[in-house]
C-alpha cells in the first residue's frame, strides 16, 4: 500500500524512481538503508526523498532535523506524504524551520532531564562516575612496591592497570 502511494505520488509530479530503499527492524541503532540512500544523495545520484511518514526517515526530532539540513545542505529534496511536508516549497522549508525549534526543546528538555536526575542522586549520597576499582588495592600496591617489586609486575599480579599503580603511588608521595 505505501509503496503503490508513493510511487503514485512520485509519477504525478513526474519524478523517476532512481533507488527505493525499505528499512527492517524499527528502532535499529544503525540503519543501513538509510545510510545508503543518504550517501546516494551525497553522490548527487538523487534530487529527492518521499517517505510515507516522518517517523519512517527519523527517529527522534533532533536526528530527523539533521538528516533533513544535510540534505537541504546537498540540494537533495524531501517529501514525506501523510504529513503533506513538502520541503521543496517555501511552506515546507518554514515547517522545517519549526521542526529545528522543536529539535532544540527536546534537547533541552532532555539536558534539564539528566541534570535532574543526577542531582536527586546526589543529594541521596549515590557516588556517580565510574567505581574506583583500582583505589581498593591501594594498600597493596604500595606494599608490593616496598618489597621491590615493579609497577608492571604489580599491575599484572593485582589485574589493574600500570597507570593506575603509577597514581596511587604518586598520591603517596603528595601526602
Known sequence: MQNRALREYAARRGWT???????????????????????????????????????????????????LQELEHLGVGFVSLTEALDLTTPAGRAMAGLLAVFAEFEREILRERVRAGLAHARQNGK??????????????VRKLRRSGLSKSAIARRLHIGRTSVRRILKERIRE
Open 127 to 140: 557516588r556517580l562516575g565510574r567505581p574506583a576499582t583500582a583505589a581498593l588495592h591501594a594498600d597493596r
Open 17 to 67: 524512481v532512481v533507488l527505493q530503499v525499505k528499512e527492517v527492524g524499527s528502532g535499529a541503532a544503525q540503519r543501513e538503508a538509510r545510510e545508503k540512500l543518504l550517501e546516494a544523495a551525497r553522490r548527487r545520484e538523487i534530487d529527492g526523498v518521499l517517505v510515507w511518514r516522518l517517523d519512517r526517515w527519523g527517529r527522534s526530532v533532533t536526528d530527523l532535523l539533521s538528516t
